[in-house]
């Protein structure tokens, strides 16, 4: 993790009382007992902007050896406040270390908290070979495979900062401690020099789309979910392992499998993925789980998350960073029993105790976490180690809070989770908002995207999104209407989605702004809000942190994911993540072409919006029947259509860029799963044409008339028109002949107006 060479800058002491600024939060005397080593960069004289300048803080022996005496016998939490004898160095509350950073020629100053660490050295037995048990590794057996051995390092209290300026910076590190002492170093001066680093992605001006530098960040690629042994990552280990991997057992994750997980990093990028979501999850990469308040235990975990961090660095690779699943406040969920809320031992296949919070605190039911004050306070201290240790990458795009708050329930509720959140819906939005607002208090939380995670649908009171600390909208949306996927991504509004059919479509109900529409048809919006008479607007990027379409289980060529993946980037989402590209690899490298189209189009500038949206002279998005129906989504009148279509207006109206796909290329006409033997959308579906646009009447909508010139482009080579033509009017008829075949069933278009 540390560079080879060492700086070692040992600071003087040059007086023994100072003032301390305000809102450091140290008062009272201070002492320059605080000494520093520069871990990295080797080159202390020009820190790259917005790289790693990692700082080892050393404190007098009394201190440091009450901090040991806490990690090396305290297993469970314990209210240490009143033990003179001990310093958990996890709670700020009892020991807070951290550095103040100035810039010399602005003054603008920045505090980062500091976090303890300790260094491990991994072991693994090879050559792999079956359990002397049984021909798969039984638990037991999987627990002598590996695992790591403590090490002696000099850096236990870290501090890192990216420093997001050039010029000379001057910092100064603190020590506040449970019993009065208040420690603190000599200035430190640096000088930091421009790089090519393009900062943080941030939310673009017009509130739609994300930006990295000043250009559009499209946040869409795959879920490579987190550590963990499957056929995808490792095909020999997972043979050893059965269907039991690492989720479902009681025991962490042995060296190897972060090993594979940094190797699929790797393939990922080769492929040509710019970014990626990775979830933290308690068996692999997860810091809290016995122990509330303590994190010794898994230390060797946040280490291996320090090499994937570092890896997705090397590879130029964005990870959106989602903080904690949602399983572990549920039930058995999707049978894993190991690293969830139960922890009655007459519980079939339960074989490990719930979450540390349950016991540590009382808790009965996982609503009681969410409310509990204690409880939330030691959640905050967790949320601030990820922060220190980690918030200071560029390499993480976006930080979600939960995954999928909405799909926690009590355990009478069953799998009626849905039902048991709208019930309750104000506890989960509290919550939601203070973990929010605390993280917006970070420095870290300050210059990353933030956002939460739904499960389907929030409720239409739901505003929780409107708070300030959110700065994106997300939720994880799956398609069940494949292969009409114009209706999933734009959709129509024949429907109310109470008790009937359920609504979809970014333009007609998530980003749509017509509150009457949405009172009328009572339905979920993202972007407006029915608040009894009046109406409140929130404009911000939405995204589907999962999707995919549902079928995806007979959909051996990734042929319906492929075309998910192409007409989310067109639908006017900021971001939609997949889980089926780790399915299905060779679809990777559509991401590649994906991002290589999309880069010559400045989305973050202007009001891009979805072809089935109008644009409102005050700026808002409103759902646009005529348009939308022009692509597809429904068959009118029971005529069967082979082709659909996705697509962006430029603000102007002059300007469109989207996709048309071939229908009928679908895992109904590809492939002999059972999904033949369902009820199928549509007759004709599984019967594999070649698409004529002529014929289907698709068409863009424009703002003015005028002559235009389409081209079209195979989505394997986004850069090489294969057809083109010129045409006039104010709807834009597409005109072309889809090829059936394997790599162009995806067609590419853009129009303009000469």
């Not at 004050?373 to 922060?387: D, V």
């Not at 009171?461 to 939720?475: A, I, N, R, V």
């Not at 679809?587 to 010559?600: G, K, P, R």
């Not at 229908?663 to 579906?685: A, H, M, Q, R, V």
Request: hydrophobic residues 35%; aromatic residues 14%.
């Amino acid at each position: 993790m540390n560079k080879s060479l060492w700086i070692f800058l040992l600071i003087n002491a040059f007086a023994t009382m100072a003032q301390i600024r305000p809102n450091t939060g140290v008062t009272g005397v201070v002492l320059d007992n605080v000494k520093v080593t520069v871990v990295e960069p080797t080159d202390f004289s020009a820190i790259p902007c917005f790289s790693k300048a990692e700082f080892s803080l050393h404190f007098p022996k009394e201190i440091e050896d009450k901090v040991s005496q806490f990690v090396t016998i305290t297993s469970q939490r314990e209210e240490t406040a009143n033990q003179s004898d001990v310093l958990n160095p996890y709670l700020e509350w009892e020991m807070r270390f951290y550095g103040e950073f100035e810039h010399v020629a602005t003054g603008t100053k920045i505090v980062i908290d500091g976090f303890y660490n300790a260094e491990f050295k991994s072991w693994m037995k090879n050559p792999l070979k079956p359990g002397p048990k049984n021909d798969l590794y039984l638990d037991d057996e999987y627990k002598k495979l590996g695992g790591w051995v403590e090490m002696p390092t000099q850096n236990q209290y870290l501090v890192r900062f990216a420093p997001p300026e050039s010029g000379v910076w001057r910092a100064v590190f603190y020590l506040v401690t449970k019993d009065g002492v208040t420690e603190k170093s000599a200035p430190l001066e640096f000088n930091v020099v421009p790089s090519n680093d393009l900062g943080y992605v941030r939310v673009a001006e017009n509130q739609r789309y994300l930006e990295l530098g000043n250009t559009f960040f499209p946040a869409i690629g795959p879920n490579i979910k987190w550590p963990e042994t499957n056929p995808y990552m490792d095909p020999e280990f997972a043979q050893l392992m059965g269907p039991a991997s690492e989720n479902y057992r009681p025991n962490f994750s042995v060296p190897r499998v972060y090993e594979k997980y940094i190797e699929y990093m790797t393939k990922v990028s080769i492929n040509g993925v710019k970014t990626a979501r990775i979830i933290q999850f308690p068996a692999s990469n997860e810091i809290e789980w016995e122990n509330v308040g303590n994190y010794t235990s898994r230390l060797h975990q946040a280490q291996e998350m320090d090499r994937i961090l570092e890896h997705a660095e090397e590879l130029g690779l964005y990870l959106q960073w989602n903080m904690a699943i949602h399983l572990t406040f549920k039930f058995n969920a999707y049978g894993v029993n190991q690293w969830d809320w139960i922890d009655d031992p007459n519980t079939a296949d339960d074989g490990i105790n719930a979450f540390g919070y349950k016991a540590a605190f009382g808790l009965v039911e996982p609503l009681d976490f969410l409310k509990n004050a204690e409880a939330k306070k030691y959640y905050k201290q967790r949320i601030r180690y990820i922060l220190a240790r980690w918030g200071y990458s560029t390499r993480i795009s976006v930080f979600e809070i939960l995954s999928e708050i909405s799909n926690i329930s009590n355990i009478n509720y069953g799998n009626e989770s849905d039902k048991f959140y709208e019930s309750n819906w104000p506890v989960y939005r509290e919550w939601m908002i203070e973990m929010a607002s605390y993280i917006k208090s970070q420095y870290y939380g300050q210059v990353h995207v933030l956002t939460g995670s739904y499960s389907g649908d929030k409720v239409l009171e739901d505003s929780t999104y409107e708070d300030p600390s959110f700065d994106l909208m997300s939720f994880n949306n799956y398609d069940i209407s494949a292969p009409n996927f114009a209706t999933f991504f734009a959709g129509s509004n024949t429907s109310n989605g109470k008790g009937g059919p359920r609504v979809y479509g970014v333009s007609n109900v998530y980003l749509n702004e017509d509150c009457s529409f949405i009172q009328e048809k009572n339905i979920n919006s993202y972007s407006c809000r029915s608040a009894g008479e009046s109406c409140v607007h929130n404009v911000k990027p939405l995204m589907y942190a999962e999707t995919d379409p549902m079928q995806t289980i007979c959909d051996t060529n990734g042929t319906e994911v492929r075309r998910a993946i192409w007409q989310s980037a067109f639908s006017g989402l900021a971001g939609a993540m997949s889980w089926e590209a780790q399915r299905t690899p060779k679809i990777l490298v559509d991401y590649a072409f994906l991002h290589q189209f999309l880069s010559t189009y400045p989305l973050q500038k202007g009001n891009w919006h979805p072809g089935a949206s109008q644009l409102n002279s005050d700026g808002s998005w409103t759902y646009d029947a005529s348009a939308y129906n022009a692509m597809d989504g429904e068959p009118s009148a029971g005529a069967f259509k082979n082709a659909d279509l996705i697509y962006l207006r430029s603000m102007t109206g002059d300007t469109a860029i989207g996709v048309v796909t071939n229908k009928t290329y679908s895992i109904y006409s590809l492939t002999d799963c059972f999904e033949k033997e369902l009820n199928l959308p549509n007759p004709g579906y599984d019967q594999l044409k070649t698409v004529d646009l002529r014929k289907e009447g698709l068409k863009i909508k424009t703002v003015n008339r005028g002559k235009y010139l389409v081209r079209f482009y195979a989505s394997t080579d986004p850069t090489k028109v294969i057809h083109a033509y010129t045409t006039r009017g104010k709807w834009i008829r597409l005109d072309y002949q889809l090829p059936a075949t394997n790599k162009d069933f995806i067609v590419l278009f853009t129009m303009e107006r000469l």
